[in-house]
Each structure stands twice: as C-alpha cells, then as structure tokens.
C-alpha cells in the first residue's frame, strides 16, 4: 500500500493526525526534500528506510515502490503543503494503478491555507471577493493557454500564486494589464508557519522592489486582492436579522 500524505506547509505540528501515523508506521518513506521540513519524520520507524525525491526521477521513484510493495512493506510518499496542488502525484498513482498497487491520499494543509493563517485574513470577503484563484507564472513550464495571469486577472478574485517569486515584476505587469489597479494589496509569504517566515505587503506597484530589498528568492508565495484591505461587508451568515437553518433572525 502507498500512502501519499501532504506534510502541510513545514510546522510539524501542521501534520494531520492521519498522516502522523502513517509516516510513523511506514517502512518506507520516499519525501520531498526540497520543500518538506524533514522534522515531520522525526516519528519514523528506526528501521524505516528513507528517500528524498529531489534526487529521483519519477522513474526511480516507482520503482522504489514497487520494490517496497513487492516485499509487502508499506509506503508513505510525503508531498508538500496538500498533494493535490502542485503535487505531481497524478502521474505516481495512474503508475501505480496500471501496476496494480493500491494507494491513498491523505490531504495536508496548503501554504496557501497556511499563508492566509500568517496574515490573518479571509480570502472571501463578502462583497469582495467570494472566488479564489490557485494559480502559477508561466516559468520554465508552460501553462495551459487559456490561463495566461493576465486573463485570470479579469475576474478580479482572491489569486494565491504559487513558484513564482522569482518573477514579480513580470507578474505585477500581467495583473495590472488584466484590470487590477496598480494600488490593489499584495503580500507575500516567505515560508509559511516555519520559524523563519516572513511577510512582505505592498502593492502591485511596489512589490516586486520590496520583495527584492528583502532577499526573498523561493519557498514564498503572493496573494493578490481586495481582501488584504479594509473595505468588506459583514457576512450574512452571522447577521443577527439574517434566519439559517440552526439560527432564527430577529427582525430590528
Ligand atoms: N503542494 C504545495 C505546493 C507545492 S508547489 C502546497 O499545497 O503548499 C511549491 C510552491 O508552494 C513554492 O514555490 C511556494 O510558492 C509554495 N510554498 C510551499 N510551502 C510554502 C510555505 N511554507 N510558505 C510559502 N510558500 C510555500
């Protein structure tokens, strides 16, 4: 059995339970090394044997699986954050499933869930913004065409933008040309929940300069939107004239 499970964004203590316990219970475990904080496997067996996929090819990485699966030991694959973004874990299990080994995911808390944690905000704000866009620059892959910043920009949601710190300027170009005034708020999260995180906010307009100024190169992400600022509505849902299905309201 493979078992994928998302580390969370580098606080061990970010870990799910779930994942905890398959990690310490695995014989084997193959983690991403360039981002993953190695000490969620502090718990691991003594005997486990351990990979770090930064080295490794998909290629390799199957076949340390398979090899594991062929002596009916059990894996955990450790992705960053949640696997389901940026995870690369579909390639692993359509591998895995036309070899006939069964596998599971257990899902971790994003940097992106985890970046919103460290500023303390909301990504849907009434009124504001109530969609929020998972998004990349186009960098050494391409993206999709159809997905080009500068048209994603035209719905001005909430964008978290992932692997693109390194390209801010380009990146401010592209939003401010989709529609996003130059004043709107950015901020981006360098390591998010680990000790060493850092915070630097702007806007459109100067980001990219005090990203630069701050030595900022990887491990970050952006956030672009309205809901870094002040303006919002109240929600409905806590409105006390407002009736839920556990809640009547009270007329004023
Ligand atoms: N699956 C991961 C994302 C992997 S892509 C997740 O759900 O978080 C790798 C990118 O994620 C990095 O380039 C960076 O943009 C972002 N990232 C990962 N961990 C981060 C953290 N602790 N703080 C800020 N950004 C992070």
Redesign the pocket.
Known sequence: MITFVGAG??DPELLTIKGKKIIDSADVIIYAGS?VNPAILDGAKKSARIYNSAEMNLDEVIEVMKDAESKGLRTARV?????A???AIREQIDRLDSLGIESAVVP?V???F??AAALKKEYTLPDISQTVIFTRMEGRTPMPPREKLQDLAKHHATMVI????GFLEEMSHQLIAGGYAEKTPVAV??????PEQKIVAGTLKDIAKKVEDSGIK????TVVGDFLGDGYSLSKLYDKGFTTEYRKGTEE
């Open positions: 964004p580098g981002l992705h960053t954050g949640d696997p973004i940026y995870g971790g994003s940097s992106a985890a970046a992932f692997l693109s710190v999260v360098y390591k998010a929940s680990w990887k491990t970050a992400l």
